[in-house]
Structure formats: C-alpha cells, structure tokens
C-alpha cells in the first residue's frame, strides 16, 4: 500500500504541467490510501483504541460498550478488500483491514461488529476478557 500511495503521488507529480485536475485527484487518492497504511490498537481499562499513522482517522470503544472480544482470521477479499470498510452507524458493520491475518472482532452490546487487523489480536481479545492492560500493535 505504501507504493500506491507513493506511485499515486509521483504519477500527480508528473501530471501537474499537462492535466493539473487529474493532478489534484491523484494527489487527494494518495493521501486517502496513506491514512488508511498503518493501523495502531490500543487496549486497555478504558477500552480499545483504533488509529491511522497519523492519529486520524480514529474510532474508540469504552470496555462497558464491548459485549465480545475474539480472535479471527482475516481475509480482505471476503471482507471488501483492504481500508477502512463498511460503516458501524448505517451497515452496523465496519472493519479496519490492513493485511491478511490476525484480527480483532469486537461485538458490541448495540449489535454492532467492528473488526480490525492487528497483531496480537489474541492478547488484545483476553485482556478484554480477562480484564489486563495489553497494548498491542
């Protein structure tokens, strides 16, 4: 993802003297794809903390909102693909995919799901469990 983003920009470097718009559009899509690159999870007492490289975009569950905490296996071709998925107010769904792999699933007491990937997922979904401070990342 990281070479989109840079091919994104270089391609609306080279483009600004000959189609400035389509510059602009490519410039704006490399940022869009370099927020969504890097995913930090932090869990704690308070909750869980999802967040972009650079603090945003960035979603919080307080623990008292969290019904279910559980490790799963993350396809993003079976999920929509790779960023920031669906939309936990109008499909009561959303997921944070950066890679294959490990993931967190948190069921919500509202009946919502939010799913991100993350390496220590299996850390992360016992300390929400079990109640101890884990930070993974």
Known sequence: MRWLAGALAVVGAVLVPFVPIVSVVMFVCAIAVALFIEVRVDVDAEGVRVRGPIGFPR?????????????????????????????????????????????????????????????????????????????PE
């Open 59 to 135: 979603v919080h569950f307080r623990r008292t909102r969290i019904e279910r905490a559980t490790m799963i296996d993350v396809r993003p071709m079976k999920r929509g693909g790779w960023g920031y998925r669906g939309s936990l107010v109008l499909f009561r769904r959303a997921a944070w995919i950066v890679r294959a792999g490990p993931g967190l699933q948190l069921d919500l007491r509202d009946g919502r799901t939010f799913i991100v990937t993350v390496d220590a997922a299996g850390e992360a979904a016992r300390a929400l469990s079990g109640g101890d401070d884990v930070e």
